[in-house]
């Protein structure tokens, strides 16, 4: 027997309590995995509360990343020992997740742990280290270099938002901070972020083109603030964008598009190549200050989840959350 957080659905209700589950009720896939750590992110908080239609089939075991120990593998390209991550491919929404002692998963889910990493580190990084490495990717790709000017990042203290800021500050670049907590200043300072921005600021609508501010931007909001941030966007400055916790729409025009240059590069980390992937988490290792993971991290066990997803939700939540299912 071991412990699961479950979540089932009365009258169109999301319900979340811890349950104990035996191995035969697991999905039947090619790898057991025990998990030795998860992690919360505002996906999470939304199938947890059930504020977004995340989950598509009950009971569900939320949790969309792990890090953990393989068990059993019918698979020939995993051995019981081998250490793995799992982060993305639908798993906590269509899939049983990480919120458990113990899953079952798909081998082409799996990444092997990179040399110099572990399970906590893999789990402080996560999928919203792992957007962050693969927005600051994106910038690189459209040419942007720390020499063209200043990259502003929203939603700064949140998980993907703190991680993009102490990448982009350790590989030189001059990092504007965008956040809604006047009390998160010191914290972002602490991460690199050189400029500090308030989300009201940011939040007015935008006039078609504004005086250019940004060589590029990592956008974790949408709507009206990533719509000022295209106006605001340098010429052939690039915009990547992967979150829309402010709103899914974009109230703005083609001209920036037109007019500057501007390239919107969406980011998407579920169902990204595994060439890509592996590529961004060997980045993780080597562009991830050391010392970031111990300041942005706080570990919290199974039964704490639920009023840490109402948390993240409500935009309380700073920096990453562990969430150790043995705890």
């Known amino acids: 027997m ?7 659905q009365e009258e169109g209700k999301t ?10 009720d697991l999905p039947d896939e090619d790898v057991l995995i025990e998990v030795t750590y998860s992690s919360l992110n505002y996906k999470d908080g939304l199938a947890v509360t059930g504020t977004g239609k995340i989950v598509h089939s009950f009971p569900m075991v939320p949790g969309i990343d792990l890090a953990g120990v393989v068990k059993e593998s019918r698979d020939p390209g995993f051995q019981p020992g081998d250490e793995v991550i799992m982060t993305g491919w639908s798993v906590g929404e269509r899939y049983w997740g990480g919120y458990s002692q113990y899953a079952r998963m798909k081998p082409e889910w799996l990444v092997k742990m990179p040399q110099g990493m572990d399970a906590a580190k893999a789990m402080s990084i996560g999928t919203a280290g792992l957007t962050a490495m693969l927005c600051v990717m994106a910038l690189e790709e459209g040419g942007i270099t720390p020499d063209k000017g200043t990259v502003v990042v929203t939603g700064a203290a949140g998980g993907v938002g703190s991680v993009a800021v102490a990448i982009l500050s350790k590989l030189g670049y001059n990092v504007a901070a965008v956040t809604g907590r006047e009390s998160t200043h010191e914290y972002l300072r602490g ?14 609508k935008a006039r078609p083109l504004e005086k250019q501010r940004w060589a590029g931007a990592i956008d974790t909001v949408g709507d009206t603030i990533l719509a000022r941030l295209l106006a605001e966007t340098d010429y052939r400055g690039v915009v990547a964008a992967c979150g829309l916790a402010g709103g899914y729409k974009l109230p703005s025009t083609v001209m ?20 890509i992937r592996s590529a961004a988490w060997s980045r993780l290792l080597t562009d991830l200050p050391a010392n970031a993971l111990g300041e942005i991290s706080n570990v919290i066990g199974l039964s704490e989840l639920p009023q840490a997803a109402a948390d993240i939700v409500a935009g309380k939540v700073q920096g990453r959350t562990l969430v150790d299912p043995n705890k």
């Not at 690199?192 to 921005?197: C, V």
């Not at 500057?260 to 990204?272: A, F, I, K, P, W």
């Open 191 to 204: 991460l690199g972020a050189t400029e500090l921005l308030s989300r009201e600021e940011m939040a007015e």
């Open 256 to 275: 920036p598009f037109i007019l500057r240059n501007v390239r919107l590069q969406g980011v998407d980390s579920v169902l990204c190549p595994a060439d």
């Open 2 to 8: 071991f412990n699961a957080l479950v979540l089932e």
């Open 15 to 24: 319900l979340a309590a811890i349950k104990q589950l035996e191995l035969s």
